[in-house]
């Protein structure tokens, strides 16, 4: 049995979890409402202040939809109590970031200033030589950084570009010259 689909969501306090027919969920909480539509074959019920995924039968296919169900309504909870945020973090000699707007204006060395609007329900923010990207949808943060890595993605001899926080470049080793 799936070890991540059997154990229930937990629901904290002041959100609420509603499963409507064809197993749409829908999560409301202090940080605003997501709603999506889930595989028709799990059963999703909501008791107390948990939610419980079960699968119908042992299915390959079942089994692997049973732990990605359980995941997304997760993952909605989290969304909307708390947020999600990832940090990105520019590296490079006049590389450098600005936000007017919902626009956030990237210098990457390129001939031209990079600009990008944020989607709807994303917030970014920049600080220095950090750009955080806040949201409650947890697909929809972590696609935007993306995104914004994309435009310049660290290289591995400088280290120029844009990584996450948290990412390590594996660095080469430059030409050595004659002796």
Do not use: C, F, W
Not at 47 to 74: C, F, M, W, Y
């Amino acid at each position: 049995m799936s070890r991540i689909g059997r154990m229930p969501v937990a629901v904290p306090n002041g959100v609420t979890v509603e499963v409507k027919e064809g197993n749409n969920v829908i999560v409301k909480g202090p940080k605003g409402t997501l709603e999506r539509v889930l595989p028709e074959e799990m059963t999703i019920k909501v008791e107390g202040n948990e939610v419980v995924v079960s699968r119908p039968n042992d299915l390959k296919r079942n089994k692997a939809l049973h732990g990605l169900t359980r995941s997304l309504i997760q993952n909605m909870v989290i969304g909307v109590n708390t947020g999600y945020r990832k940090t990105l973090e520019i590296n490079g000699v006049g590389y450098r970031a600005s936000k007017s707007g919902k626009t956030l204006t990237l210098n990457l060395g390129y001939s031209h200033p990079v600009e990008m609007v944020d989607p709807e329900g994303i917030t970014t923010t920049v600080d220095g030589n950090k750009i955080y990207v806040d949201g409650i949808n947890k697909e929809q943060v972590g696609q935007y950084a993306a995104e914004i890595r994309e435009k310049r993605a660290p290289e591995p001899y400088k280290g120029k570009g844009i990584k996450y926080i948290d990412e390590v470049i594996r660095r080469k080793v430059g030409k050595t010259g004659k002796k």
